[in-house]
């Protein structure tokens, strides 16, 4: 018999998709497999099912006669993929459900700074199901109490300091466990599938894979995992970190092999950039607000600008970064996604599916870079303040004759009516002046402008300019000409500013938190699709391969300064200057 059941929903804005609706799920209890979902209020139903085979060689599962009979005939037959009949069985404990969260590569830096303790804000606030068990996997021996020691370390209440905080770390702590063994190992990933069995105590159990390892063992790991360790009859899913791939090829064949195990609605590939507050607020900025989505065309933007900045170099992580160069690790994921979500058409809804047809929409339209349309630039020693910088190549872990590019600028173009002819520029580098991280849409000049002659012959000084700034001291700040009080007419640039430090009294989330929570709901608006990964390949890796194989060498700048002189030379063919130049 199947016990169909609904579970309370959560204190967290943003219902689970999972627990706070009342859902009728069956599944194919070693496949797991969805055989039919349907919602029903608050009833609880039991039916059995039979299956029976077809004409054309699937298995139709066929409800019984119950004594609720209204609500059966609304549910649609359900598809098996096996041929014999299967019969569920669920005991009366499962009357509510449990997610296991396992942190595959659990001793790795990533795991200690960023997942604990995003998981450990969820629960304080209340986000997690009320049933949740967090496994740490990984090949170093560790006990479960090693692993809450060390997890412990990296834990904050920043979030409500008016609750007891270390109370609430001793609860969240007594839910993590540790289990040792190899990614490649079916073996340990069945020890853990018994572990992880025992916790959830034979409630309806969900299963949710953190992969915090280097791209050269995912499969493997997702290999042992979904043959090993999915859930029996709840649903199993893979967050799968950056990068991925190094170039189309690449890519393409890690989709592929992922998809030997999971469905793609299974796979979650993260970039955490897409949870930043600011980038979340782009849409309801524009799409929310009469007052932008008129201008946010071709006729009133005159350039858009995408700029990422670090004030430090590889720091020892050369080896890692010297195998994909800044434009893999920044460019080509974290910036052409927020510009995806820039220029994207209105969508039908907020559901993830029409957001990402959008994206698509735009990358597709994109045209592929050329090697004229990019500047690469790597940082050398310098010495300020009396401080001596190492260069890139200084790095002990970096190849002496090193040509990855620390810094890189392009110009990329949409070929739609909205955006034809309107520059969008990236810069990213490593090693800069400061650290941000901003947008900023700088508008056509006003025509036949009457205060011209205040501006003298420099009209950029006269143009409105829209800047979101992601990080730090996030911000929307609106630049305008204004007049300077007095009798004279002197003009000046106004700032109409939010910040939201000081406009919210609430600390803004990391990242992680939001993006691990969509992850547990279901909610894949802000993961990435295989045909939107596909997209974005296509426009990088033409260039990616031009730099290698012609061997260019990149331009050198100093350590702290604003990078190389070509990134100037590049905007100003398209008659644009760098907002954050001024």
Known sequence: MVTLYSSPSTNCSGAFSSYSNSSIGFYNYHNNFPISSRKFGSHKISLQINAIRMQDG??????????????????????????????????????????????????????????????????????????????????????????????????????????????????????????????????????????????????????????????????????????????????????????????????????????????????????????????????????????????????????????????????????????????????????????????????????????????????????????????????????????????????????????TPTFAAAALFIDNARWDGVPFLMKAGKALHTRSAEIRVQFRHVPGNLYNKNFGSDLDQATNELVIRVQPDEAIYLKINNKVPGLGMRLDRSNLNLLYSARYSKEIPDAYERLLLDAIEGERRLFIRSDELDAAWSLFTPVLKDLEHKKIVPESYPYGSRGPIGAHYLAARYKVRWGDLA
């Open 58 to 403: 699937a298995v139709v599962a066929q409800p019984s006669k119950t004594q609720d009979e209204t609500p059966l005939k609304k549910l649609k037959d359900g598809i098996l993929s096996k041929e014999q009949k299967h019969t569920f069985d669920f005991d009366s404990n499962k009357d509510k459900s449990t997610v296991s969260i396992t942190v595959v590569g659990a001793s790795g830096d990533l795991a200690k700074k960023k997942i604990f303790p995003a998981l450990f804000a969820l629960y304080y606030e209340g986000c997690l199901p009320e049933h949740f068990t967090i496994f740490g996997y990984a090949r170093s021996k560790m006990t479960d109490d090693e692993l809450r020691n060390m997890v412990s370390k990296t834990l904050t209440c920043r979030i409500d300091k008016r609750e007891n905080c270390g109370e609430k770390m001793e609860q969240f702590l007594e839910r993590c466990f540790y289990h040792s063994g190899q990614y490649d190992s079916q073996e340990n990933f069945a020890e853990l599938d018994k572990k992880l069995k025992e916790h959830e105590a034979g409630r309806f159990s969900n299963r949710l894979f953190y992969l915090s390892i280097p791209p050269n063992i995912f499969i493997n790991a997702v290999r042992c995992a979904s043959l090993s360790a999915s859930s029996a009859h709840g649903w199993t899913r893979v967050i799968v970190e950056k990068p991925f791939g190094r170039d189309s090829e690449s890519s393409a064949a890690l989709t592929g092999a992922l998809k030997q195990y999971l469905k793609e609605d299974q796979i979650f590939r993260i970039d955490h950039y897409l949870g930043k507050e600011l980038v979340e607020n782009l849409s309801v900025l524009r799409f929310s607000n009469l007052i932008f989505e008129p201008l946010w065309s071709r006729q009133y933007i005159r350039n858009v600008q995408f700029i990422f900045s670090e004030d430090f170099g590889t720091e020892g992580r050369g080896g890692y970064f010297d195998h994909y160069g800044i434009i893999r690790d920044i460019m080509q994921n974290h910036l052409l996604q927020i510009l995806a979500l820039f220029a994207m058409e209105t969508p039908v809804s907020l559901d993830a599916e029409d957001i990402r047809n959008e994206k698509v929409k735009v990358l597709r339209s994109m045209r592929p870079l050329q090697l004229d349309d990019v500047i690469v630039g790597q940082y050398k020693s310098h010495t300020k303040g009396g401080v001596n910088y190492p260069g890139y190549t200084d790095d002990k872990t970096v190849p002496k004759d090193s040509l």
